[in-house]
């Protein structure tokens, strides 16, 4: 069963232009969240992570939403770069200190120039 | 310092042989993960050790998977019997030990098991 869903396989933006990429998840217990960014022929990589007693939480062009009553978490990228094309995964945990991690099955960005 | 390294990046191999995959994790870091990725999915939890000891293996899909790591840091991913449903992307993570507020998984590249 899929706890942690990215409806959206794939995205095309134009540079300068803001990506939003949506995640949904059906645990209740989950608590802590994250986004992963992957290049092909490497491993994920972590980007940011948001707690749920938190909303948003912003690093740089990076921002996360948490609306936890809709169990819905959203990455927004602005403005959007040509190094921003690759696979971007939503992970999943009950909390901070626990190591297992639900992905989504990722959403793959394209930056157009 | 160094990243995660998995060796072999690539791995062919036919139905019913055994293969082992390995996992040099950051140095310094206890933990370490297993994870596999699917074609089409994310990555799937299979293992977790803290130090030399599998804290964890619930994610391991049946007996024919098993895991080592016995000087607590280099990790080997063995897999009897292989069957073509083994095929993807093994994944293996590290971090600082979980509850230190570290706890951020460092991936390696992956390897890509093909059964034939």
């Known amino acids: 069963d899929q706890q942690v869903k990215q409806n959206s396989p794939s995205l095309s933006v134009q540079e300068g232009r803001i990506s939003i990429l949506n995640c949904d998840y059906t645990?209740?217990?989950?608590?802590?969240f994250l986004w992963y960014k992957k290049y092909p022929a490497e491993g994920p990589t972590f980007l940011i992570s948001?707690?749920?007693?938190?909303d948003k939480n912003e690093d740089g062009r990076f921002t996360v939403f948490l609306n936890k009553s809709a169990k819905h978490l959203s990455l927004h990228i602005v403005p959007s770069q040509p190094g921003d094309s690759a696979v971007y995964f939503c992970?999943?945990?009950?909390?901070?200190?626990?190591?297992?991690?639900?992905f989504g099955a990722g959403t793959t960005v394209t930056v157009r120039a | 310092g160094a990243g995660v390294s998995q060796t072999p990046s690539n791995k062919v191999t036919e139905k019913g042989k055994y293969v082992e995959l390995r996992c040099d994790p950051i140095?310094?870091?206890?933990?370490l993960y297993w994870y596999r990725q699917s074609l089409g999915q994310g990555p799937e939890f299979l293992i977790y050790?803290?130090?030399?000891?599998?804290?964890?293996d619930s994610g391991l899909p049946n007996d024919r998977f098993f895991a080592v790591r016995p000087e607590g840091s280099v990790s080997t991913l063995k897999i009897q019997r292989t069957e073509r449903g083994d095929s993807a992307v093994y994944l293996c993570?590290?971090?600082?030990?979980?509850?230190?507020?570290?706890?951020?998984?460092?991936f390696g590249p992956g390897t890509r098991l093909l059964v034939l």
């Open positions: 993570a590290s971090s600082l030990q979980p509850g230190t507020g570290q706890e951020t998984q460092y």
């Open positions: 645990n209740s217990m989950f608590d802590y």
């Open positions: 948001i707690s749920s007693i938190k």
């Open positions: 992970a999943a945990s009950p909390n901070p200190n626990d190591y297992k991690l639900s």
């Open positions: 140095s310094g870091h206890t933990a």
């Open positions: 050790f803290q130090g030399t000891g599998a804290a964890d």
